[in-house]
């Protein structure tokens, strides 16, 4: 009997490297720079505990002595020195980036794959059904968006925290944030999903599988939700620089994050308090972590557009 188990194609990376979207990617300085860029930091919060000379938020291991210390200076009680300095517990401000970057990036993830799932979901149901299930979900959209983001994810933030038990309010501090930045953006991605759908439900291969008798479930997954993603990631991609800005302000304004769990948000919290006493790398450091992750993601967002519009090629 013949083995008819199919084989991997040799020549799968060889065409990979030579599409469309690779080549732009080869022959692009600035997102190759932004690639590299959010790489590192993404290396550095996932692998923060084996990278990070000290642990910022094991109390056992901070000496209030070390507290203020300039960066690349020696304590003058202590005689240590790091790298970028410390704060005014005596926590070391580049461990405390590393550790805050993680928390920053899994918040940025999760909310943006809450927001997908959602908007997906309901973007494909209201194409695909249309009539008044599309009406109602799209004015629940219309009236979503006369609201600031950022305002509508306080909101939903201080909602969710008044049904939480005050024993697990801190526990369930980061997944309440996931939500509320979530909720808050899902509404870009229904509304592009919505007009994909409507456009992909009319052609031949939706109706040659309406004949056949597919279920609509069935359909939507395997034939017009492959069609519609292009713009969804490129979203997505944008929409992950937006959701770790939307977490670091509302964590800078005191309702993200525990303060035991401190994100990059909470750390220019903290540095804001000493920026005028002179201790500017409390600061200074997070915000240009915070800044460096945005613009690199978004670069890498802008690109992604660009290289997915065939108008463009």
């Known amino acids: 009997m013949s083995d008819i188990t199919p084989k991997p194609d040799p020549n799968a990376f060889a065409r990979a ?13 600035l997102a190759i720079f932004a690639a590299l860029t959010s790489l590192i930091i993404i290396f550095a919060a996932i692998f923060a505990p084996w990278l990070a000379p000290h642990d910022p ?4 291991s901070l000496n209030l002595m070390d507290g203020f210390t300039p960066p690349m200076e020696p304590n003058q009680f202590t005689g240590n020195v790091y790298w970028l300095g410390t704060d005014n517990q005596g926590r070391d401000v580049f461990s405390t980036i590393l550790y805050g970057a993680r928390i920053s990036l899994f918040v940025g993830f999760m909310a943006v794959l809450f927001a997908m799932v959602l908007g997906i979901t309901l973007g494909l ?3 695909y059904r249309g009539g008044w299930v599309d009406s109602v979900l799209m004015r629940v959209a219309d009236v979503q968006l006369t609201f600031p983001s950022i305002l509508l994810a306080l909101l939903i933030f201080g909602v969710a925290r008044g049904f939480i038990p005050p024993a697990y309010r801190e526990a369930m501090a980061i997944w309440v944030l996931i939500v509320a930045i979530g909720l808050s953006d899902w509404v870009q991605y229904a509304r592009v999903v919505r007009g994909a759908t409507m456009v992909e439900k009319s052609k031949e291969y939706v109706q040659a599988a309406r004949v056949i008798g597919a279920h609509p479930v069935k359909i939507l997954i395997r034939h017009i939700l492959p069609n519609v993603m292009g713009p ?6 944008i929409g992950l620089a937006l959701a770790i800005i939307a977490e670091a302000t509302l964590s800078f304004l005191g309702v993200g994050v525990p303060p035991t769990q401190p994100s990059l948000g909470t750390l220019i919290r903290i540095g804001q308090g000493f920026l005028f006493s002179g201790e500017w790398w409390i600061l200074l450091f997070p915000a240009i972590t915070l800044l460096a992750l945005a613009l690199s993601v978004n670069l890498l967002g802008d690109w992604l557009r660009d290289a997915l519009n065939p108008r463009l090629r």
């Not at 490297?17 to 300085?29: G, K, Q, T, V, Y």
């Not at 969804?232 to 991609?237: E, F, N, P, R």
């Open 17 to 29: 490297w030579d599409s469309d979207i690779a080549w732009s990617f080869r022959h692009s300085p």
């Open 57 to 60: 938020f094991n109390p056992a």
């Open 125 to 127: 149901i209201a194409g």
């Open 232 to 237: 969804v990631l490129v979203i997505a991609t």
